[in-house]
């Protein structure tokens, strides 16, 4: 495999007829789905069983046992909605580039903090701070991905737990 690709030549001429593409993505997003849910369930400031994952759902222990399956694929956007709440996570689709798309399915994502309004204010409070310093930057998980010094002062146009939108004083 090329040295920073999650792909060869080879796996993209094996995947090159539609249908084969096709069933490739369903199969890796089916598995990833079920992978995710259970590792959120079970991650160690959790520790959920199936049955309490389905009392936050206000679901069946089976309905879980099922999303959890790999092989079951017939979730709809309202189940993945019930699982993020019951997580209190926000729940997000896309339908990307293929370059994106095997860059974000190569691996499983690790835990996920649930909603805390501390810890996203204070995310937007450093963000301001790093602007009022005349930084600017995208923040992505607590981190200034970009900083750069300017001349006139900015203005925090928009912001959201992963991005600051800025702009330039008149």
Same mark, same amino acid.
């Given at each position: 495999?090329?040295?920073? @690709?999650?792909?060869?030549?080879?796996?993209?001429?094996?995947?090159?007829?539609?249908?084969?593409?096709?069933?490739?993505? !369903?199969?890796?997003?089916?598995?990833?789905?079920?992978? @995710?849910?259970?590792?959120?369930?079970?991650?160690?400031?959790?520790?959920?069983?199936?049955?309490?994952?389905?009392?936050?759902?206000? =679901?069946?222990? +089976?309905?879980? +046992?099922?999303?959890?399956?790999?092989? #079951?694929? =017939? @979730?709809?956007?309202?189940?993945?909605?019930?699982? &993020?709440?019951?997580?209190? @996570?926000?729940?997000?689709?896309?339908?990307?580039?293929?370059?994106?798309?095997?860059?974000?399915?190569?691996?499983?994502?690790?835990?996920?903090? &649930?909603?805390?309004?501390?810890?996203?204010?204070?995310?937007? =409070?450093?963000?301001?701070?790093?602007?009022?310093?005349?930084?600017?930057?995208?923040?992505?998980?607590? #981190? !200034?991905?970009?900083?750069?010094?300017?001349?006139?002062?900015?203005?925090? #146009?928009?912001?959201?737990?992963?991005?600051?939108?800025?702009?330039?004083?008149?």
């Amino acid at each position: 495999m090329p040295f920073g @690709l999650p792909w060869s030549e080879q796996f993209i001429e094996q995947i090159s007829e539609k249908e084969m593409r096709s069933e490739f993505v !369903a199969d890796q997003v089916r598995t990833r789905i079920a992978l @995710l849910i259970r590792a959120l369930r079970e991650q160690p400031d959790r520790d959920w069983s199936q049955t309490r994952l389905g009392r936050e759902m206000d =679901k069946p222990q +089976s309905v879980v +046992s099922r999303i959890e399956d790999p092989e #079951y694929g =017939k @979730l709809t956007v309202q189940t993945l909605l019930d699982v &993020s709440k019951a997580f209190d @996570l926000p729940l997000w689709i896309d339908i990307p580039e293929w370059e994106d798309w095997f860059r974000l399915m190569k691996n499983l994502p690790g835990s996920r903090e &649930s909603f805390d309004g501390r810890r996203l204010s204070q995310m937007a =409070k450093d963000a301001k701070a790093g602007v009022n310093r005349g930084e600017i930057g995208n923040v992505n998980a607590g #981190y !200034a991905v970009m900083v750069r010094q300017f001349d006139k002062p900015l203005t925090i #146009y928009s912001a959201t737990a992963g991005n600051v939108t800025l702009r330039a004083a008149a």
